[in-house]
C-alpha cells in the first residue's frame, strides 16, 4: 500500500493507493499532479507530511529516504529512454548482471521481443512507451507513477496502447499512481480516480461515482457534463432551477440559492423546435445549433440556450432531423439526469 500526506507551498494532497489497484490523478495543466509524483518519487521534498509504501516509511519528520532507496519505477511523460542504447540494454540498465534475462522476458510479455535490439528512434510512439513501462517493472518496485502515460501517442495507437498499459498495470501488482489530464484515460486505467485543482484534490471514487455526483461544478465540467448556472427553489419534492440567460430547468436533487446543474450530453435528447413534448422527462429547453462534430460513431452537437449546451445523438439522427449550423430545436432530459452543486 502506497499513502502520501504531504504539504509544499502550492501541494495540500493526501491519497492512499491499495496493492494492486491503479489511482488515477487527474485534472488540468497546472494543477500539481506531476509535483505529486516528484513528491512520492524523492525528487522533489515536502515542507512535512508522511510517505510511506509496503511497510516502509519514505519520508516524515525524521526521515527522507533519497529517491534511489525509494523503488519506485517511474514513466515519465516522454519515456526518457537512452537514445544511444537498444530496447533491451534500456531495460536492463538497472538490472543486476546476473538478472539480465529478465529484460527479455519482459520485452517478451509486452509482446516486443522483435524489437530488443531497436534503439529508441527505431520505435514507434507505441513500443517506446512498452520499453519505457518494462524498464519500469524491470527492477520489480514497490510503487509505480506513471506521467501522462498515453499523451506521447497519436489517437490510433492510443487505443491499442491503453488496452496494453491496463492488462500490464493489473499484472503488476503493485500501487500505481497515473497522472493525466484526460478523465478518459482515468476512467479507462484507474480503478479509482482523484481529481485536483490548485494543488489539492477535490473529490475522490470510481469514474461513475465522479461523473454521477460530482462534488462541484469544476468536476462536473472535468468529467464530461455540461454545466449551467442557475437561482435554484425547490418545490413539491422538485428543484426548479431558473437559469442564467433564460429558461427554468427540474432536478431531483435538492438544493436552494445559486446552483451549478450539470447534465451529460449523452442524457440530452434533440427534437425539432415546436415539438410536443413526449415521456416522462421534465426539462425542455429551446436552442439553436452552433456546431456539429463527428466523434467516432457519435455527433457532438454544440448549442446556445441562453448558456452554452451539448448533446451527443448518432449521425442517423442528424440526418433524419436535418441538423445543421441554425437549426431551432429542443433540448430534452431528465429530472433525475441533472445533478445539482452550489454554484
Not at 534511489?68 to 544511444?84: S, W
Not at 461513475?208 to 418545490?235: I, K, M, Y
Request: proline residues 4%.
Amino acid at each position: 500500500m502506497l499513502t502520501l500526506e504531504a504539504k509544499t507551498g502550492f501541494i495540500d494532497v493526501a491519497l492512499s493507493v491499495e496493492q494492486g489497484d491503479c489511482l488515477a490523478l487527474a485534472g488540468p495543466s497546472g494543477a500539481g499532479k506531476t509535483s505529486v509524483l516528484r513528491i512520492i518519487a524523492g525528487l522533489l521534498s515536502p515542507d512535512r507530511g508522511r510517505i510511506a509504501c509496503a511497510g516502509e516509511t519514505w519520508f516524515d519528520a525524521t526521515t527522507d529516504l533519497p529517491a534511489e532507496r525509494r523503488g519506485c519505477g517511474f514513466v515519465f511523460q516522454d519515456y526518457a529512454l537512452f537514445p544511444h542504447l537498444s530496447a533491451r540494454r534500456n531495460v536492463a540498465y538497472a538490472l543486476p548482471k546476473e538478472d539480465r534475462q529478465r529484460a527479455d522476458e519482459l520485452l517478451a510479455r509486452f509482446g516486443i521481443a522483435d524489437r530488443a535490439h531497436a534503439r529508441p528512434h527505431e520505435l514507434s510512439g507505441g513500443e517506446r512507451q512498452r520499453v519505457a513501462l518494462a524498464r519500469a517493472l524491470a527492477a520489480r518496485p514497490n510503487a509505480l507513477l506513471l506521467d501522462e502515460p498515453l499523451s506521447a501517442l497519436d489517437a490510433r495507437t492510443r487505443a491499442r496502447a491503453s488496452r496494453e498499459l491496463a492488462a500490464a498495470l493489473r499484472d503488476a501488482a503493485v500501487p500505481t499512481l497515473l497522472v493525466t489530464h484526460d478523465f478518459a484515460t482515468a476512467a479507462l486505467l484507474g480503478d479509482r480516480v482523484a481529481v485536483m485543482e490548485g494543488g489539492s484534490i477535490v473529490q475522490q471514487g470510481t469514474a461513475a461515482e465522479l461523473a454521477s455526483r460530482p462534488a462541484n461544478a469544476f468536476v462536473a465540467d472535468f468529467t464530461g457534463a455540461v454545466v449551467l448556472t442557475g437561482e435554484a427553489r425547490e418545490s413539491h419534492g422538485i428543484t426548479r432551477v431558473l437559469l442564467d440567460g433564460g429558461g427554468e430547468i427540474s432536478s431531483t436533487d435538492s438544493g436552494g440559492g445559486r446552483v451549478a446543474a450539470s447534465v451529460h450530453p449523452w442524457d440530452i435528447a434533440i427534437a425539432p423546435a415546436g415539438s410536443p413534448p413526449t415521456g416522462s422527462a421534465q426539462n425542455h429547453l429551446a436552442a439553436e445549433v452552433a456546431s456539429v462534430t463527428v466523434i467516432g460513431s457519435r455527433v457532438r452537437l454544440g448549442l446556445e440556450a441562453g448558456q452554452p449546451l451539448a448533446a451527443e445523438v448518432t449521425e442517423r439522427a442528424i440526418e433524419d432531423l436535418g441538423l445543421e449550423r441554425g437549426s431551432r430545436v429542443t433540448a430534452t432530459w431528465k429530472a433525475s439526469a441533472t445533478r445539482l452543486t452550489a454554484a
